[in-house]
């Protein structure tokens, strides 16, 4: 099983961490032509691990919260920017889930 999911995995993964204000470039398909779509926001989860590995991001439009699941190791993923990072200290951010306004603001972590 290994040796079949070795050959999906990316050679140099992104490298980000939750809390991470990112952007995230994916490979958009219609018809017969292909651009580029930047998804913005923070990492609020990763799980999973080899092939499977997946990150959340969660951003704010138009007043609702909409996040969005990525396989790491996707093909359609050009490349992930990190913006700015957080001083976290929770794995999982799911509590941005309820909080509203300036409040869903996090502490940078100076580089």
């Known amino acids: 099983m290994q040796l079949v ?3 999906a995995l990316k050679e140099e993964p992104p ?9 995230v470039h994916l490979k958009i398909l219609e018809g017969n032509k292909e651009r580029i779509q930047v998804f913005s926001g ?8 080899g092939s499977k590995e997946m990150f959340t991001v969660r951003r704010i ?3 609702q919260g909409v996040e969005r699941k ?3 190791h996707s093909p359609r993923i050009e490349k992930v920017e990190v ?8 794995a999982k951010l799911y509590f941005l889930r309820d909080r509203i306004g300036k409040a869903v603001r996090l502490k ?4």
């Open 5 to 7: 999911e070795k050959s």
């Open 61 to 63: 439009v138009a007043g």
């Open 83 to 90: 913006k700015r990072s957080a001083v976290i200290r929770r």
């Open 15 to 23: 490298k980000f961490d939750i809390g991470d204000t990112v952007d």
């Open 108 to 111: 940078e972590r100076r580089r």
């Open 70 to 72: 990525f396989p790491v």
């Open 42 to 49: 923070v990492v609020i989860a990763r799980s999973g691990s």
